[in-house]
């Protein structure tokens, strides 16, 4: 008996020394280190699709829209845009749309700075070295493309090269890393190297799904007049619009079925089981979902909560012989033949958005139009605009109008280029209405055209916040609570 | 009447064998303790042979014997007597204390010592407290039971595991749950919802380092050792039944001035929004009033019976015991169905060189627990429904599903959503747990054993989740698909093995004793899930946990894909230690372990940490000089020493043994890319420096009793500090990872060891003795703690990190406490334009304040400052009465719910406060509530205004009964019988507003909708025979 037990304790202590590292030296099942991330071609091509899925524009299209005079509060509204202010004007440094697009738009950096320190790393075959040049092409693309919109949504004044952007971060960041914000000088600067180094890379000429050349040119145009540069923006835009002409009015409505894409030099494509198909949250500018769940929970009928509808003020502007009030207004919307007078405007004024109906399967869920080439003609108007030609912005919008109308429009006539430039504004309401322009657009161009936010009277009886002048401290972005909480020391933006 | 017979027959026998024969006769007696009382329980044994009784309730027994032969009477804490039979049948004994053994054994962790020789800070709670507690979770009956435990429930849900921290919240992002051991095996704080409370014998909790250190790689934060009830040796069968029923209701103590229909609809009408919009005072005056809470809330009928057979011989002892509880819970669609078994073996050899015991417990429990619980989802919330629906709804116009969808206008018709929730949708986790540990010991050689524990546990969750075909969810995200509904099922099982091989060595030497041991630990931890998510429910066939009604995949959409999901995960922890312990002559003695500890969790980092403790103590009552005085006895502890810890997340969805178990590394994932395709994203971003949470603990205390032992309690000085904090340090959102799926979890932080906090406080237990006689005792009894928190360091420049974890309301400052408010002040209302007044960071009014710049740290946070509770106990002539109130002081929360109630947009929407009708007006201007059309009012979500302090006293427990006195128990076969009445959260008082000042969200203190601990009252009944 005593031997039995001494010789069970001897073997259960050995058996137990042997066995501690089996408890210690664990490797989760399942887990990708870096170290094996990239291993070979095939993993760079996943490595690219990755990147490409962070970009998203739902933050821009849910902020530009509520905060703005894009919408009006819907039957369904829940508190969405008021309790958190957004929809009153409200904007500062721990709102969710800086920090949203903040978050977003430092991911995709963080994405491509890492698969193109992969691509330096990976031997490939030589039959794949051209795909490869083409995947660096394209990150290069997304990084540059990147950079500006942290640009657009944070720097003061884009024609300002010593105005300050966000952090250039074209390297992988380590964790302790406190940047502090370069000018919009260093921006454009490693915008354009980023851009001829793609442009030497990449050979696809168009592919509205992906990066191509023409992403690249058009990306060109738009930073020449967001700089206002103008010099070369007429030629540039008018070679790259013979090649993507404007959609006619059956071809205009299918861009937004997702069935076609004529006139669309990039979008981001959003498909069933993909990563944004979902809900999304909802009445927050993180949105990152259905693009449609930024204005209504379930779909764009009047069954399906709409929470924000088409303000009032934008939807007196569209006409309904034009297609893009098709695309726009929802058929079973409440239209009231005099809202002023309705007691309960909000639930007799039903105007529903129906430019996100969805696609076969899953409404509110849409590509996301990220480059359309009708912004060609209004980047043309508007260098004619700066160079005083009034009578070219008005055969330009009447060139656009023409095609959305199918058929001959009045041209309009301007006496001063504030003129010209309210009507590139208001025209530019509609043709981008919910598609994430209606802020930066009274950023850039609202003091020239001498407009501003100015909702309808009905839209805003719920807070009294009915107009906001263009030149207001909240076209800038706030660098958001997040960043500052780890990095006091940064600039922040005036006014905040 | 048969049992009768027996006795009378037994009677008969005792006169003639005495009479007759002589040798063989049945010996009768009363055992007394030293104070005369009748002392059950009392073990008597016949030298030399298996043959034994235990005293009754009221100290008698009776047993057969020869003239001659010795009995032995032992009984714990009393000196064991042997007296010799001779001609007398009668043997009258009163015992004497053991002043060796006094009246308590302490638990140390792996040994035993007695209550004098014990080095260590230590409460127990015994059975008494605990059993047919109407509560499903054991651990939170301790609340306020023992000095510096602090028990925060979560949620009223049945068995759900409250928070429990001990001597404070010992770190930022760690897991600061105490590690639960249940008779030698260690678990988790979600093992109780599967436990039965009744077999629970008694509760020690360790505190100080001294105690803890031994348990070192996993009780940094204290450690809760329940043992479970064992059989006696040489003990007859008893067989115990108890019956429970219980009503549990809501409790009634909201104070948020509810508005009826008619204010209601008025205050619409002046908004001109909802359906007050409009209408005239007659058709307003027309509406009935719903009070919604009733419609949500119920008063819920409970029952728990509970038999246990208790018995042992000479060499073996067994206890078995079976409980099923059935607990709807006041919540509509909540319930927690629970049936335990347990069964408890110890067994020794002749000589008592060998000894074993073991213990197995199955729990089986089904658990219908709605989820979304304090979520904003109008539709998803019932909770949200009970308190925000309008009061002018109907519950009798609830449609179906498909109509309330055609319906539209979703938030005014909240409640019709959540009641159609209730009808369709339902969710249930069924739960198997196996608790099973083997002890076994041998005597080696003159004081050494060698001792072996093996403990396992496997815990299985099976969830289904069903949404109806013909639900209003099931419709509203349908979209195309054709049928609706959804189905979840996922399984999710864990195994954990601890084994523990050990030499030790007892003995003592004239005044000397030496205790010692050298240990080797082992820990293993095995975990999987894996469940799909199906889209499609043929209505006819619809099922919860049943697949007939699935749609397959077809070849035109793929609307009827289901998504799957698969995980597996390992764990483990590798640990040698030392202890020793020294007593001298019962005056001094000193205890300590070192203890060398290597988890996976550092792997690739920083693999093995070093702990240990040293602990003495000096029982002055000993000392020769000392004498009789006042002072019955005293003893002094100190104890310092070191603890790690390795609990990395303190949210823990998948136990704290299986989360974050990797953190060292950079890892990448792939994920549907931009068109659907498999893509690679970055994951996470390791931190491969990640160490040990070391808490180094100091306590000084001192054990007294006083006044002829009436005056009985420990009070103890205990400094924690905590470094090396795991913390989720904030970096740069440059460093962001994949977001695009949930960005409001992706706030970039880094884990790190970083910071060091510090608690530091004293814990005070007393119990006095007010009367103490043969018929009337009464005592009274004060359980206190204080707790300082201080952050002493930071990781960042500025010494502050703002908003940790993403929760907007609070920062962590040094100097200052742990999620500590920062927020905007509120300063009242303008009472010119009736917008919202606010400081400025110097202390200005202003309208506008900066959100970024001009919140201040509050000083208040949500753990208290004060804690306990008090109570008395009576007893008269088998009659009992005890209450113990619970209190907290300097408790502050953010008090959301009235937020929502006040906020002006809620309006037509939802139920409003009746604060608002003396919203500020041109007419009205001196009010301190805000106009309803402030301009600044979306600025109040970062203010203070709704921060209220949430302390408490509250009548947490109550219990009377009557213990039936033995002498009409004689022939009826029965040896016990209990009736009693208890109560929980009778009474309370707090200037918090809300539904339960208790019920909190410890890791967001700003979550409103929660659902709330009952008010629950039963009566029972307790046989034995």
């Known amino acids: 008996m005593k031997n039995i037990f001494k010789l069970i304790i001897l073997i259960g202590s050995f058996g137990v020394i042997t066995s501690c590292n089996d408890a210690i030296d664990i490797v989760q099942p399942g887990r990708l280190g870096a170290e094996n991330a990239f291993q070979n071609f095939a993993d760079l091509e996943s490595g690219l699709l990755g990147t490409l899925a962070t970009i998203d524009n739902t933050t821009q299209m849910q902020f530009n829209s509520i905060f703005t005079d894009e919408v009006g509060i819907g039957d369904n509204n829940g508190g969405q845009g008021l309790t958190d202010g957004t929809y009153g004007f409200v904007l500062n440094a721990g709102s969710n749309a800086p920090l949203g697009l903040w978050l977003k738009f430092y991911s995709t950096l963080n994405s491509a700075n890492r698969l193109i320190e992969a691509i330096e790393l990976v031997d490939v075959e030589p039959g794949e070295q051209a795909r490869e040049n083409e995947i660096l092409g394209e990150v290069l693309a997304i990084r540059a493309y990147t950079h500006f919109q942290i640009l657009t949504y944070f720097s003061p004044d884009y024609t300002d090269d010593d105005a300050l952007a966000g952090f250039l971060v074209d390297f992988v960041p380590t964790v302790d890393q406190q940047l ?202 508007e260098a004619a605009a700066a160079n005083n030609n009034l009578s070219g912005v008005a055969t330009f919008l009447k060139e656009l109008r023409d095609v959305r109308f199918g058929t001959d429009t009045p041209l309009p006539s301007f006496s001063t280029a504030e003129e010209a430039f309210g009507a590139i504004l208001d025209e530019r309401r509609i043709e981008f209405a919910f598609e994430g322009y209606r802020w930066v657009d009274l950023k850039r161009l609202g003091e020239r055209g001498n407009r501003g936010i100015l909702r309808s009277n009905l839209d805003c009886v719920v807070n009294n916040a009915c107009s906001l002048p263009a030149t207001d401290f909240r076209f800038t972005l706030p660098i958001p609570l997040n960043e500052l909480n780890f990095n006091p020391d940064v600039r922040q933006n005036p006014g905040y | 009447m048969k049992t009768k017979i027996h006795w009378l027959g037994l009677l008969f026998l005792v006169f003639s064998t005495s009479f007759l024969f002589a040798q063989q006769k049945t010996v009768t007696g009363t055992v007394t303790d030293s104070g005369g009382l009748p002392l059950p329980g009392v073990n008597v044994i016949l030298k030399g042979t298996n043959t034994g009784t235990q005293t009754n309730f009221d100290g008698n027994y009776d047993i057969i014997a020869e003239t001659g032969q010795v009995l032995i009477f032992s009984y714990l804490g009393q000196k064991t007597i042997e007296r010799t039979i001779g001609n007398s049948t009668i043997i009258d004994l009163q015992m004497k204390d053991d002043t060796e053994a006094l009246e308590e054994v302490v638990v140390q962790g792996y040994r035993t010592a007695t209550k004098a020789t014990s080095s260590i800070a230590i409460s127990t709670v015994t059975a008494e407290t605990i059993t047919n507690r109407p509560n499903a979770n054991a651990i939170q009956t301790l609340s306020g039971q023992v000095p510096g435990l602090n028990i925060t429930a979560s949620s009223g849900q049945p068995g759900a595991p409250p928070r429990v921290n001990l001597r404070g919240v010992g770190s930022i992002n760690g897991n600061t749950d105490p590690l639960f051991i249940i008779d030698g095996a260690p678990v988790d704080a979600n093992a109780f919802r599967s436990l039965g409370n009744n077999d629970i014998a008694s ?15 996993r009780g940094a934060n204290g450690v809760v050792i329940i043992k479970t009830r064992q059989g006696g040796y040489n003990q007859k069968l008893q067989i115990n039944y108890s019956g429970v029923t219980e009503f ?90 629970r049936f335990n078994f347990r069964n408890n073996l110890t067994g020794k050899s ?34 949200l429904g009970a308190f925000q629906s309008l009061p002018y709804l109907d519950p009798a116009d609830l449609g179906t599903g498909a109509e309330i969808f055609a319906a539209g206008n979703f938030f005014p018709n909240t409640p019709f959503l959540l009641l159609d929730l209730v009808n369709t949708f339902e969710r249930r986790e069924d739960e198997l747990q196996i608790l099973g540990n083997f002890d076994a010991s041998y005597e080696i050689w003159n004081g050494l054993r060698a001792n072996v524990r093996l403990s396992g546990e496997y815990r299985q969750q099976i969830l289904n989740q069903t949404e109806f075909p013909n639900s209003f969810n099931a419709l509203i995200f349908a979209g195309p698909q054709d049928p609706p509904g959804f189905q979840i099922q996922d399984y999710e099982g864990q195994f954990l093995y601890n084994q523990v091989t050990s030499l030790t060595y007892n003995k003592s030497f004239g005044k000397h004793t030496v205790d010692g041991g050298a240990y080797i630990e082992y820990f293993r931890g095995f975990f999987s899930d894996f469940g799909f998510n199906a889209d499609g429910l043929v209505p006819a066939l619809a099922a919860p946990g ?18 799957i999901n698969a995980n597996r995960l390992t764990s483990g922890l590798f640990s040698y230690f030392f202890q020793g312990d020294y007593d001298y002559d019962r005056r001094f003695g000193i205890t300590g372990t070192v203890r060398r500890d290597a988890s996976f969790r550092f792997s690739e980092s920083n693999r093995f940490g070093t702990f240990g403790s040293v602990a003495a103590r000096w029982n002055i009552s000993e000392e020769e000089w000392f004498g009789d005085s006042f002072v019955n006895s005293l003893k002094l502890r100190g104890s310092w020493g070191v603890t790690g810890n390795q609990f990395i997340s303190n949210t823990a969805p998948r136990g704290i043994n299986f989360d974050a178990p990797d953190l060292t590394r950079d890892l990448f994932v792939t994920n549907p890319g931009l068109g659907g395709q498999n893509a690679l994203f970055l994951n996470q971003i390791g931190n491969n420096t990640l160490q040990w949470e070391t808490t180094e603990e100091i306590n000084i205390g001192a054990d007294f009793t006083l006044f002829n032992n009436r005056l009985r309690g420990s009070v103890d000085f205990y400094d924690r500090t905590t470094s090396d904090l795991f913390l989720a340090a904030p970096i740069s959102p440059i460093n962001v990872q994949e977001v695009q799926i949930n960005i409001n979890d992706e706030f970039p932080t880094l884990s790190t060891n970083s910071g060091e906090i510090k608690n530091s406080g004293v814990d005070v237990s007393l119990t006095y003795d007010l009367v103490r006689s043969k018929d009337l005792n009464l005592s009274v009894n004060l359980v206190g703690n204080y707790n300082k928190q201080e952050i002493i360091d930071l990781p960042t420049d500025t010494g502050e990190i703002i908003n940790p974890g993403g929760i907007g309301s609070i920062g962590l400052q040094e100097r200052g406490l742990i999620n500590e408010y920062f927020l905007v002040r509120y300063a009242g209302v303008n009472p010119e334009n009736g917008n919202l007044l606010f400081l400025d960071a110097d202390g200005n009014e202003t309208e506008n304040p900066d959100v970024d710049t001009d919140r201040v740290f509050l000083g208040t946070n949500l753990s208290p400052d004060y804690q306990g509770s008090f109570g008395f106990d009576l007893n008269y002539k088998g009659l009992f009465l005890s209450t113990q109130w619970n209190y907290a002081i300097g408790i502050d929360r953010l008090d959301n719910d009235l937020a929502g109630f006040s906020d002006p947009t809620n309006i037509g929407t939802f139920r409003a406060t009746g604060d608002l009708l003396r919203a500020w007006t041109p007419e009205n201007t001196n009010t301190d509530v805000p106009s309803l059309t402030a301009s600044n009012i979306a600025l109040d979500g970062n203010s203070d205004r709704f921060l209220q302090s949430a302390d408490f006293l509250r009548l947490r427990f109550a219990t009377a009964g009557y213990d039936l006195p033995s002498q009409y128990l004689q022939g009826t076969g029965l040896n016990k019988i209990r009736v009693f009445v208890q109560g929980e959260n009778l009474l309370t008082f707090t200037p918090w507003r809300g539904f339960d000042p208790e019920t909190v969200n410890t890791f967001n203190p700003g979550q409103s909708r929660l659902f709330p601990t009952p008010k629950v009252f039963s009566v029972g009944l307790e046989v034995g025979f």
């Not at chain 1, 999304?280 to 009928?301: K, L, S």
């Not at chain 2, 509760?203 to 790689?217: E, F, H, M, Q, R």
């Open chain 2, 546 to 563: 049943d697949g007939s009604a699935f749609v397959p995949d077809n070849p035109d959409n793929d609307l009827f894909v289901d998504t």
């Open chain 2, 203 to 217: 509760i020690s909790v360790l505190k100080d380092a001294g105690a803890t250190a031994i348990y070192g790689n």
């Open chain 1, 180 to 381: 502090d914000r370069a000018t919009n000088g260093e921006f454009f600067s490693l915008i354009e190297s980023d851009l001829s180094r793609a442009r030497s890379l990449i050979t696809t000429q168009r592919d509205p799904q992906g990066i191509s050349l023409d992403f690249i040119s058009f990306l060109q145009i738009k930073i020449n007049v967001y700089r206002e540069n103008y010099g070369q923006v007429d030629t540039m835009a008018a070679s790259l619009l013979a090649d993507y002409p404007l959609a006619n009015r059956d071809e205009y409505e299918d861009v937004f079925f997702d069935i076609g894409d004529t006139e669309v030099i990039f979008k981001l494509l959003r498909v069933i089981n993909g990563p944004y198909d979902r809900q999304g949250a909802t009445g927050n500018a993180f949105a990152t979902g259905w693009a449609g769940a930024n204005w209504a929970f379930v779909d764009a009928t009047i069954n399906g909560a709409p929470y924000f509808d088409i303000g009032r003020a934008l939807f007196n502007m569209i006409d309904p012989a034009d297609i893009r009030y098709n695309v726009l207004v929802g058929e079973t919307s409440i239209i009231s033949p005099d809202p002023a007078a309705e007691s309960d405007f909000i639930n007799n004024d039903v105007l529903l958005l129906s430019k996100y109906e969805g696609k076969p399967g899953q409404p509110l869920l849409n590509d996301l139009k990220i480059f359309r080439s009708s912004e060609l003609v209004f980047f043309r108007a």
């Open chain 2, 248 to 337: 549990s209701s809501l409790q009634d103590i909201q104070d948020y001035d509810l508005l009826n229909s008619q204010e209601q609809l008025r205050l619409e009408r002046d908004q001109t929004t909802g359906l007050g919009n409009g209408l005239t005072d007659a058709e307003i005056a027309q509406f009935s009033t719903t009070d919604w809470a009733d419609v949500f809330f119920r008063t819920a009928a409970i029952q728990q019976h509970t038999v246990s057979l208790s018995s042992g011989s000479k060499n073996f002892t067994q206890y078995t015991s079976l409980q099923f509880r059935d607990q709807p819970a006041i919540l509509l669609n909540s319930r927690l169905t």
């Open chain 2, 350 to 383: 002749n000589n008592d060189k060998f000894n074993f015991s073991s213990n197995i417990a199955i729990g089986y429990s089904q658990n219908d627990e709605p989820n979304n619980i304090g979520g904003a989802g109008i539709n998803r919330n019932l909770v």
